[in-house]
């Protein structure tokens, strides 16, 4: 069992900046970050396999990067030029395999964390 633990949510401007951080219990091979809103299904928006290849939703893309820190089992999200409509509940989730070109679903992941909150005011 892989225990996930969000990080580094809370309240910004737009256009300013926030990194959000995934620690994991145990080294994962796969690890991507979701966010939902209320009423609308969670959208896979970044993630990163075992050979270090991101992947980014067109959404965030120029936007958000991921970086790791695989000593520390840590998946960061880099937030950038940050928008209202990037309000949302932000989830990180792991798996031992890439789920390929389906890595924005959510069952490509069978581990997920608690969540972290991202507020955007314009």
């Known amino acids: 069992q892989v225990q996930l633990v969000e990080s580094g949510g809370g309240s910004v401007q737009a256009g300013e900046s926030l990194r959000l951080s995934c620690a994991a219990s145990?080294?994962?091979?796969?690890m991507g970050w979701f966010r939902q809103t209320p009423g609308k299904e969670r959208e896979g928006i970044a993630a990163?396999?075992?050979?270090?290849?991101?992947s980014y939703a067109d959404s965030v893309k120029g936007r958000f990067s991921l970086s790791q820190d695989i000593a520390k089992n840590i998946l960061n999200l880099e937030m950038n030029s940050l928008k209202p409509e990037d309000t949302a509940m932000y989830y990180c989730?792991?798996?031992?395999?890439?789920?390929?070109?389906?890595?924005?679903?959510?069952?490509?992941?069978?581990?997920w964390g608690q969540g972290t909150q991202v507020t955007v005011s314009s």
């Open positions: 989730a792991a798996d031992t395999t890439w789920g390929g070109s389906g890595w924005y679903r959510d069952a490509a992941y069978r581990y």
């Open positions: 145990t080294h994962t091979f796969c």
């Open positions: 990163i396999d075992s050979e270090g290849t991101t």
